[in-house]
Nanobody, 123 residues
Framework: QVQLVESGGGLVQAGGSLRLSCAAS????????MAWFRQAPGKEREFVAA???????YYGDSVKGRFTISRDNAKNNVYLQMNSLKPEDTAVYSC??????WGSGNIYEYEYWGQGTQLTVSS
């Protein structure tokens, strides 16, 4: 079955950097659009970034210029490099896979989800 497993979360100071990884299995990874979403306590899930099969990237407004999404099809991994972190970036970050999409920020477009990894940014 399809599994998406995130790693790399943790505690970091404001202004710092961190890279999240998502390892995918059970699917033909190169054919999927991959994305990162996040959810803070008491808030709705928020689109962070997406990367299509062809490598096109899309970002949520709150992370543009600070976060970079990338993928390694040989390793079946998608990454999220996060720079200039802010306390408001604190959330559980989840990766998601979409077989048919173009990099939408709509959570209902994504068929598979990981369990998430916690990022906490201290001020």
């Amino acid at each position: 079955q399809v599994q998406l497993v995130e790693s790399g979360g943790g505690l970091v100071q404001a202004g710092g950097s961190l890279r999240l990884s998502c390892a995918a299995s059970g699917l033909t990874f190169s054919r999927y659009t991959m994305a990162w979403f996040r959810q803070a306590p008491g808030k709705e899930r928020e689109f962070v970034a997406a990367i299509t099969r062809g490598g096109n990237t899309y970002y949520g407004d709150s992370v543009k210029g600070r976060f970079t999404i990338s993928r390694d099809n040989a390793k079946n991994n998608v990454y999220l490099q996060m720079n200039s972190l802010k306390p408001e970036d604190t959330a559980v970050y989840s990766c998601a896979a979409d077989a048919y999409g173009w990099g939408s920020g709509n959570i209902y477009e994504y068929e598979y989800w990981g369990q998430g990894t916690q990022l906490t940014v201290s001020s």
